[in-house]
Nanobody, 121 residues
């Protein structure tokens, strides 16, 4: 199977920055897309940013120009640099990977345990 371990959450004041990182490990054959989702309090989980193995990126409108996603294919890691943070960015952030393990024919979604990001006003 595949394990995703996240790090980098915390408490920051509005206007500040945080960097989230996620490392995938396990019996990985290949990883297609990787991304970050968030679950704000009282709302549904939403896509924040995603990146393909080729480096194409996609962002939620609410974070464009403030967040940057990147990945290292050799290390199976994905990061999210978050700048100009706002109180509405407060959420639990989850790492996602569409990965195929060695003994399976197709990829499926794997999720990290989540990391809390709190932005104070």
């Amino acid at each position: 199977q595949v394990q995703l371990v996240e790090s980098g959450g915390g408490l920051v004041q509005a206007g500040g920055s945080l960097r989230l990182s996620c490392a995938a490990s396990g019996s990985i054959s290949n990883i297609n897309g990787m991304g970050w989702y968030r679950h704000p309090p009282g709302k549904q989980r939403e896509l924040v940013a995603s990146i393909t193995s080729g480096g194409s990126t996609n962002y939620a409108d609410s974070v464009k120009g403030r967040f940057t996603i990147s990945r290292d294919n050799a290390k199976n890691t994905v990061s999210l640099q978050m700048n100009s943070l706002k109180p509405e960015d407060t959420a639990v952030y989850y790492c996602n990977a569409q990965a195929r393990v060695l003994w399976e024919k197709s990829a499926r979604d794997y999720w990290g345990q989540g990391t809390q990001v709190t932005v104070s006003s």
